[in-house]
């Protein structure tokens, strides 16, 4: 079966028990209090995989203009409902309809883990792509290899593919992305293993 159509049905499923799991604060969002720091208020930030719309895009939502982005019909519409501030499209991250240096700040949480791993370095291509010189990302990759597996995620069939930890920082490098913090993050939710959070930046001309 699709991968794609395994996510987004997944999803679609699981809607209000993936979103119970997830109410967090600001404490669940790592590295984006460090981005906002960087990045004046009233900028366009994009949330790539944005689902129920909570915590991330809302809690961007109060420093900038956001965007999310998701291909689940059932968590957008659960986005519109709880991030008002916000505005949504539906789009699939391996594809973002978005213009070139475009928006000032792209983030992803938990969701390019599930699109096959020989598109991630499309992916990140793409995010170096609609951010404007200067721009910079909070991104979720992962931190182990793991070519793909077939599961069950919160009582739904699920999918995952990801590169090691090492792998993405030098696709980062590749793709233009200048590095510039780390963090290993358990997993908030279905432990054990742990994602690799990166703020990077494109720099400019």
């Known amino acids: 079966m699709d991968p794609s159509k395994i996510v987004r049905s997944g999803y679609d499923a699981n809607a209000s028990e993936y979103l ?3 109410l967090r604060g600001a404490e669940g969002l790592p590295l984006i209090d460090e981005l906002i720091n960087l990045v004046p208020a009233g900028s366009v930030a994009v949330d790539a995989g944005c689902g129920a719309g909570v915590p991330l895009t809302s809690y961007l939502a109060r ?3 956001v965007l999310g982005l998701d291909f689940s019909l059932t968590q957008l519409q659960l986005a519109v409902k709880l991030s008002p501030n916000a505005v949504f499209a539906c789009q699939d991250l ?13 983030c992803s949480f938990y969701a390019i883990i599930h699109v096959p791993r020989d598109k991630h370095q499309a992916i990140l291509q793409d ?8 721009g910079h990302c909070v991104l979720c990759l992962g931190a182990e290899d793991l070519p793909e597996d077939f599961g069950e995620y919160q009582g739904v069939p699920m999918y995952w593919s990801h590169f090691d930890a090492s792998t993405y920082k030098q696709m980062l490098t590749e793709v233009g992305l200048l590095l510039l913090r780390q963090e290993l993050i358990p997993d908030p939710i279905d432990g054990p ?9 494109r720099p400019g001309a």
Do not use: M, N, T
């Open 20 to 22: 119970q799991s997830r």
């Open 63 to 65: 420093f900038y203009r």
């Open 94 to 106: 391996s594809a973002l309809g978005l213009a070139s240096s475009s928006v000032d700040v792209v």
């Open 127 to 134: 995010i170096h792509r609609i951010l404007k010189p200067e």
């Open 193 to 201: 293993g742990s994602h690799l959070f990166v703020l990077a930046k």
